[in-house]
């Protein structure tokens, strides 16, 4: 098992910024590929970013690639998600999720969810 923890979410108008944590539980978080995934009303959960489990490899959505940054600190067991240039359409909630090893964009590859965490971006 892998508890979550996501934290940060928050009202912002577009353009702004806001930064996400992830926070897990137990010894074996640098085993973990990190992803952030989101989901709108009425939508499919879609992924967003992911960074490996050594940090060196991370990938993300078109959709948000050159706004949005992953990172994590294995030594506090958290992944981040810095947002930039926020925009309506970015509006989600926000989920951190978990999976072994190696590092994927596809929701049913990750084992473990958090709760999620609500953005919303007005206009």
């Known amino acids: 098992q892998v508890p979550l923890v996501e934290s940060g979410g928050g009202l912002v108008q577009a353009g702004g910024s806001l930064r996400l944590s992830c926070a897990a539980s137990?010894?074996?978080?640098?085993?973990?590929?990190m992803g952030w995934f989101r989901q709108a009303p009425g939508n499919e959960r879609e992924f967003v970013a992911a960074?490996?489990?050594?940090?060196?490899?991370?990938y993300y959505a078109d959709s948000v690639k050159g706004r949005f940054t992953i990172s994590r600190d294995n030594a506090k067991n958290t992944v981040y998600l810095q947002m930039n240039s926020l925009k309506p359409e970015d509006t989600a909630v926000y989920y951190c999720a978990a999976k072994f090893r190696t590092l994927s964009t596809v929701v049913a590859a990750y084992d473990y969810w958090g709760q999620g965490t609500q953005v919303t971006v007005s206009s």
């Open positions: 960074i490996s489990w050594s940090a060196f490899g991370t």
């Open positions: 137990g010894r074996t978080f640098s085993s973990y590929t």
